[in-house]
């Protein structure tokens, strides 16, 4: 179980948008449509924003979307706010009831 | 509210075995909708899935860690256990307990505690 690959930063103004890849195999990422993402603050536990590729959880801005092509998934952030500078993780089902995460995106807001 | 909180050693000498619980409040661990798990996160690194049980006490494990690692729980005490052993300095991260929702997300996780491996 190798994990998903991710930028390591990227980076935007605020109202800009910045996307997020996260790519994996077909075992993973291309098998399921059961990837979800996590956002990180420093010294805090991870909060999902999406689940289920594209699935926002209650409470969830709408600036926060997800989309799967292949073996890549991506989080889009429209919208950017001072608030959403964090470590970002992507989480994907590997068949048997086992899962990997990405290795992690820092979106540092300009 | 869902609460799940983690509790055990902080500091864990190399070779021996580290040993963690989480205690969930707020909803039935024996729930048949949930499975719950370990998940690591060395000092600044990435989140490592670490395995994941159900009520039943059906456990599945990260194939890296698999010989090292149990995962166990106590229904009648509303926690999971984990236990790792042989631990090296390799293993000092903060450990979080979360609930594996009834899909294929976890959600909520307590606030983690740091456990160091060190002489």
């Known amino acids: 179980q190798s994990a998903l690959t991710q930028p390591r930063s990227v980076s935007g103004s605020p109202g800009q948008s910045v996307t997020i890849s996260c790519t994996g195999t077909?075992?993973?990422?291309?098998?399921?449509?059961?990837v979800s993402w996590f956002q990180q603050h420093p010294g805090k536990a991870p909060k999902l924003m999406i689940y289920?590729?594209?699935k926002r959880p209650s409470g969830v801005p709408d600036r926060f979307s997800g989309s799967k092509s292949g073996n890549t998934a991506s989080l889009t952030i429209s919208g950017l706010q001072a608030e959403d500078e964090a470590d970002y993780y992507c989480?994907?089902?590997?068949?048997?009831?086992?899962?990997?995460f990405g290795s992690g995106t820092k979106v540092n807001v300009l | 509210q869902l609460q799940l909180q983690e509790s055990g050693p902080g500091l864990v000498k190399p070779s021996e075995t580290l040993s963690l619980t989480c205690t969930v409040s707020?909803?039935?661990?024996?729930?048949?909708?949930?499975?719950w798990a370990w998940i690591r996160q060395p000092p600044g690194k990435g989140l490592e899935w670490i395995g994941s049980?159900?009520?039943?006490?059906?456990?599945y494990y990260n194939s890296s860690l698999k010989s090292r690692v149990t995962i166990s729980v106590d229904t009648s005490k509303g926690q999971f256990s984990l236990k790792l052993t042989s631990v090296s300095a390799a293993d000092t991260a903060v450990y979080f307990c979360?609930?594996?929702?009834?899909?294929?997300?976890?959600?909520?996780w307590g606030q983690g505690t740091l456990v160091t491996v060190s002489s």
């Open positions: 707020g909803v039935s661990i024996s729930n048949s909708n949930y499975y």
């Open positions: 979360a609930r594996r929702d009834w899909g294929h997300w976890f959600h909520p």
């Open positions: 077909s075992s993973d990422v291309g098998g399921y449509n059961f």
């Open positions: 049980i159900y009520y039943s006490g059906s456990a």
């Open positions: 289920d590729v594209s």
């Open positions: 989480c994907s089902y590997a068949g048997s009831y086992t899962y990997v």
